[in-house]
């Protein structure tokens, strides 16, 4: 866990601000630093060169006897706070008012232990030490414990500041992390259960509006899709194993009739309703495949301009015959010169597929014939196109299962066809960016009818 | 049957079932059938032989139907040919015929219909097409004023039956099917689930023989239909 959480983005992306803000903080300290110690540094250093040159007035070389007086002018002269230490070349103490041992020839930076002192308040020294031609040794400094305070000062001050950034940015990162991680967490426990089969499983949102919930709602709606799409492919698998089953089963009878058949020609009879049995299970997987075909999309590479009033006028000619025949009656009400781009083979399917809807389950409402209406008008840029007949219609609750893959709506599988030919009409529809809806076509709660609607789009002028 | 002449069949095929089935149907109606398994051996008999009809499997060993089809013709072999196709979509229908395919069936076929298209392919060449009137017995039928009559009366005939009719008269003396119906006069490639073709055939039916005596339109059972004297 705590390896995860140091490789989450929210600690990640606090230890880069944190180590950002000390950057930039060391910046700040060093300018500031030798922006001020340096400045005060010089000016110490400046005095006490020009102390020792006050003294050494011929350099290292200048007599003995002339640096001791020099030394006993300064102390008597200078202020508490410039300090003074000559030994001679035995090593000998000459003057002085410092406690301390010569340092060593140059520059030097001096602080006094815990409680110890130099002089009265004064801390540190800063002087330089310089050896006489004659052996001995100078030694010159100033009251440095102003210059010691500011740079502890300083130090100190960015230190806890630098502290409390690191501290700040490390928490909160953490913090964020870990949080990040907790949500994290909960969705890939959901996806753990919803893998394991449980498709109801949702991601919990934490109603905050974040991006967490922005990724949670996706994810979600997501899942309602898989959900129905997992549904439809289990409901479309167990239909045609339904679908299936009959015709195989019929199927066997023949076979095993036509085994214990001696007459030729009654064997014959058999086989040839084997091979019908057969047929109607071909031509059901067959326009499942049509389906699937039809739906990846793939025609569309292939449409081209349809001349939709002859196509309409055609197919109404075939099926007043075919309606007629059944008992109903077929009316056209096409308007002239309508074009749109398409393709023209399964915009026939599509049409003959709606007419022979209704002529199959319009009649099923008790009265023998059905009156069926085909029209098609320009509305504007678009083509409206009706199919009515005056059947007992489908319940509204139950439009949306009649265009689904085997959404046939008796249970009982009583009348003819696959179940497919709503679906394939309204996939050729959704292939022509068509819309298609199902309505009542009448105020008769008996004996509502069917009416439906295709919506092109895509009208072409002459 | 006006020809009973055995038409020469070429078949590239490599599943040995469906080569077994083709010499079976078409054996008893005087046909020679002669397989080859694979696209290469297909391609060389195909251009090296005279044949009368080549059917094609689309999916071979070797060099595809497609190919096949596509190189004979390159080399201005004109033979009709029939694609064969498990896949059974329209876009392998219109690539069939883009190659230059004539016809195709799909995989399961019943015999019958293969049949009734290899002969329909056969007669393609000699069906004169450009005849202004086309006569069956005495029934007639004119291309140029659409007049159809029989015995001199004439009979008036919905644009759909027309084109039946039509149908049925360049294919006279032979079995057209259902489905050679079905795509060539309605364009419908797809298995219409009403009685398309029946109604429009008793239909016709009624209009040419009722009242005429001999019946020309008649239903062959398991195959089609088929326009010409009962023989």
Known sequence: MLRRLFRTSGVRLAVFGACLALVSAAVVFAVIYTGTLGTMRKTLDTDIANEIAEILVAGPATPPATVREGVRTALAERHANVFFLLDGAGGERLAGNLDIAMPDPGWHTLVAKDDEKFAHHVHALRGRAVDLAGGGRLFVAADATMLDELDELIRRSFLIGFGITLGIGLIAGIGFGWRALARVKAVSEAGREIMEGDFTRRIPLSGSGDEFDHLAAIINAMLERIELLMANIRAVGDEIAHDLRSPLARLRESLELALRLDEPEAMRAAMMDAIGQVDAALGLSAAILRLARIESGSRRASFARVDLSRLLESIAETYQTVAEDAGGTLSAAIGPGLAMTGDAALLNQMVANLIENAITHGGTGGSAGTAIALGATRAGRDIVMTVTDDGPGIPEDRHALALRRFGRLDASRATEGHGLGLPLAAAIAALHDASLTLTAARDDPARPGLKITLRFARALTR | ?231
């Open chain 2, 1 to 231: 049957m006006e020809s009973g002449r055995g038409l020469r069949i070429l078949l590239i095929e490599d599943d040995p079932r469906t080569v077994e089935l083709v010499r079976a149907g078409l054996a008893p109606e005087g046909h020679e059938v002669s397989a080859a398994p694979d696209g290469r051996s297909g391609l060389l008999r195909a251009a090296g032989e005279a044949w009368d009809v080549l059917i094609v499997d689309r999916m071979l060993p070797g060099l595809d139907g497609l190919g096949l089809i596509r190189t004979l013709r390159g080399a201005e072999v004109m033979t009709p040919a029939l694609f064969l196709t498990a896949l059974g979509g329209v876009d392998d229908r219109v690539e069939g015929l883009r190659a230059g395919g004539d016809d195709y069936l799909v995989k399961p076929f019943a015999v019958a219909e293969l049949s009734a298209r290899v002969a329909a392919l056969a007669r393609r060449g000699a069906v004169r097409s450009d005849d202004a009137v086309l006569r069956v017995a005495d029934l007639e039928l004119d291309r140029l004023s659409r007049a159809v009559s029989r015995a001199g009366q004439p009979i008036a005939l919905k644009p759909r039956e027309y084109e039946v009719l039509e149908y049925l008269m360049r294919h006279a003396g032979h079995v057209v099917t259902r489905t050679m119906l079905l795509e060539d006069v309605w364009e419908f490639h797809f298995d219409p689930q009403t009685s398309v073709v029946e109604s429009h055939i008793s239909r016709l039916r009624a209009r040419i023989d009722r009242g005429f005596g001999r019946e020309l339109l008649q239903t062959v059972r398991g195959a089609g239909y088929r326009l010409g004297d009962a023989a």
